[in-house]
């Protein structure tokens, strides 16, 4: 139905561009019947138009079908031509001639930007190309369609192509919102006065940049959850309906990457008709052609038609509409279909008279239909997605459309304007410098009054504040609402969150058995039914809501979907039954740990984006986070994101039966690179409580640009009550507080044991074995941050180096451990190069035990001998650094090899 009314639409009224298709038969009975059904058609498109047409279309295909067996060849591509006739265009409502002049002073700026950075230093980078070929794409755009804000108060959001960035910069340059100086020191930050990033990124830029989106197919794949998140805030009452779009503008090789089409169907399915993507088909990318022995246009009509999005195709400039009006047998489409992209960008770098004999002197009557076309003429003859009345048109249909997303297929060249030094060549990427020469033919091309005498410095160019140009520039975003890119922060703090809601989990459990996993859940349950802070809490789950014990939630607040619940669930008859509501809080994303993180982005970014202060909590396996959306995280991070991600199921040895692909012993080390992230590793419930309430703390009332990532484990383990100390709090936060001290006072061996997790109840276990078969008094700490103890004392070393005449200053974890005696034994569900971080600044010997290697299916407990990290081990390590220290002889340590039962001779779990 769909292609069949899309087909319709592209026939309407005006029946000149429709190939006489009578004239093609043989048969005269074929003739005239043919011409008949024709002249039927003709009469229901003028009486009842194309959706009527469309209609009748589908039912005779039916019927044939039904009554013959007649089976119509199936094809997801239209020919290789505009989806919008000439006259159907929308009028252009601004002035051509004024935004020419505009666009090629934007062009101008961008490419002096880059030329005159590698100038300076030489190697520095930066892109021309990219935007040389979408410039026209973005500047109808931001002339006509980018809201600042609309009249109801909505905005457009743009995720702008990072490879772009220049010609952004050079517009806001032009806007009077850049000075010149930032533009002098474009890829040099460091400059006194600062400069301009290489790419979007709003940690370094934050009034500017929204979306970072140079890392190819997360700009899509976030596009997509956004949207769907406005659609989730306007369904939940947490923001108005009110009409902006967003935008994503790619290229046609990142849509090779699996992010960017891997959740189309998403968009259609919840008939998401505020998104729009457009994508810049130069057919090019780095090296060379995106589909050279095909054509990627027709490529990604099938992809996305077949997902059910509107798709829209911008080829041919209105050079081509003549012909193409009076190509009456098809032949010249039917050309045009048949030629490989890699054919195409030959033809953008030669010659008139070659493009003449090799596209159209296959055939007679091609020739014949451009002999009034001088071979310069040809060689003019724009592409679609360089004429701005054909991209105004697309762009008009695209955010009038209804009922799915839309994406505009513009065909373009790139390094479109830089002549022989780059146009259409598969160098064209890397492009960034240009002779005198070069820039001679671009400045004469595009018109800038720069002297001769000046190309050389490749100068800026903006006209004074009263010019023609720079007053329809600021006319033109005054209309549409103001400037954009431009990142504000609207959202004001929250209020604090009651104590009450965490006092329950101080107390611990009596004795009764609680995972982690559980304590967590209990927790967001009672916040979610909080008056004020629940509204705002947006529980993300990939498929795992019964793993982790959420399906209570269910019941509690809902799934979120945007039809409701249209069905009867089989488990209706339970009381945690399967609930969607349009209304739902839970975002139920399927296996799908892309697209739930980008649903974190989109919330946690909502207090800049919409002024909503949306608190994100994404639970998911802890196996496939880092390592799998590690990408996306750094985005986040980049994006000042703020939200809790928690790692279920974490650690090597928890997750019993699983095995090698389950079992996380590394995304603590992974979580160490990132800047602003927070992580903890917990290992009962009062610490959850504290770190949860102070993450809500210094995210959404003292508003810092930081995230938490926070493992729990479904282990089942007696839940302590908080110690009464007074510093327990602050070391939970800081990363590390004596947990429990020996109550062996009287014994002459000392060492200290930490631990954190699930592997403390390990270390708890050894403590007794130490004290009760070997005399050795062990004072217990837990280790809630091995990156928040790392970050600190990285800090005091950095800033003794930089003051070397003053009181140098001690790391926290120094300061804590100053006054403990003897060795100390750290034992984690992670890699041993977690603890051993922090070895240079512990006062005394430090043996790091971890779980180094690839997981197992097992139990809990024979995993965790097979990675050495259960009880024994640590009774093991901690009598062998006695023995270094000569306090115990080597043969205790022998005895109790053999009394431990510990094979000396097993597999290292490391390499095995």
Partial sequence: MFSLECSAQNVQHDLTEIPDVAQTETDGQEVLETREWVDSLDYVLSQGGPVRAGRLLQQLALHARHAAGVNLPFSATTPYQNTIPSAQQAPFPGSQEMERR??????????????????????????????????????????????????SGDRDFVYFQGHAAPGIYSRAFLEGRI?????????????????????????????????????????????????????????????????????????????????????????SRE??????????????????????????????????????????????????????????DGILVRRLGEISDGQYQKYFVESGAYFRQNLFGTDPRLLKMVEHLSDEQLARMRLGGHDPIKVHAAYRAAVDHTGSPTIILAKTIKGYG??????????????????EEELELFRSRFGIPIPDDELHNAPFYRPSDDSAEIKYMQARRQQLGGYMPQRKVSATPIKAVPEAHFEEFYKGTDGREASTTMVFVRLLAKLLRDPDLGKLIVPIIPDEARTFGMEALFRQVGIYSSVGQLYEPVDMDTLLYYKEIKNGQILEEGITESGSMCSFIAAGTAYANHGINTIPFFIYYSMFGFQRIGDLIWAAADMRTRGFLIGGTAGRTTLAGEGLQHQDGHSHVLALPVPNLVAYDPAFAYEIAVIIQDGIKRMYIDQESIFYYLTVTNEPLPMPEMPKDANVREGILRGLYRFKTSDASDKKLRVQLLGSGTIMYEVLKAQTILKDKYGVAADVWSVTSYKELYRNANDCERWNMLHPGESPKMPYVTQTLKDAPGPFIAASDYMKVLPESLAKWVPGQFVSLGTDGFGRSESRVALRDFFEVDAKHIVLATLGALAREKKISIDVVKQAIRDLGIDQEKVNPAIS
Wanted: neutral net charge; charged residues 20%; proline residues 4%.
């Fill in 102 to 151: 505009i666009k090629s002073l934007v062009r101008w700026n961008a490419l002096a930007m880059v030329v005159r950075a590698n100038k300076i230093q030489e190697g520095i980078g930066g892109h021309i190309s990219t935007f040389a070929s979408a410039a026209t794409l973005y500047e109808v755009a931001f002339n006509h369609f980018f809201q600042a804000r609309n009249e």
């Fill in 271 to 328: 008939n998401l008709d505020n998104l729009i993507f457009v994508v810049n088909c130069n057919l090019q990318r780095l090296d060379g052609p995106v589909r050279g022995n095909g054509k990627i246009i027709q490529e990604l009509e099938a992809i996305f038609r077949g997902a059910g999005w509107n798709v829209i195709k911008v080829i041919w400039g209105s050079d081509w509409d003549s012909l193409i009006r009076n190509d009456r």
């Fill in 418 to 435: 830089l002549g022989e030094a780059g146009e259409g060549k598969n160098i064209t990427h890397q492009q960034k410098k240009l002779n």
């Fill in 179 to 267: 000075p010149t100086e930032k533009l002098e020191n474009f890829r040099r930050e460091l400059k006194p006065g600062g400069g301009l990033s290489s790419y979007p990124h709003p940690w370094l830029m934050p009034n500017f940049w929204e979306f970072p989106t140079v890392s190819m197919g997360l700009g899509p794949i976030q596009a997509i959850y956004h949207a769907r998140f406005i659609r989730y805030l306007e369904n939940r009452g947490l923001k108005e309906s009110r009409g902006g779009k967003v935008w994503a503008f790619l290229g046609d090789g990142e849509m090779d990457e699996p992010e960017s089409l891997g959740s189309i169907t998403l968009a």
